[in-house]
């Protein structure tokens, strides 16, 4: 079983009410203001995305490095 990190779920969070935050600013600056709830869904997605294309990439920058090593050879 894998322990928790306390430190990556206090990083996260923090990161979540920063980005939840600044929706619901620029929604007020915008004049069409949202709840915060709709705002910190937003975030929720928009990191989750962010995460999830970042994998992605770092999976398909491996799978050329090892073609590359594989050629090489």
Known sequence: ??????????????GWAVV???YWLLSKVMDEPRHLAECAALAALAIASGEWSSRVRRRRKAKRAALRAQADE
């Open 20 to 22: 939840t935050t600044a």
């Open 1 to 14: 079983m894998k322990s928790i990190h306390w430190s990556a779920i206090g990083a996260w969070t923090a």
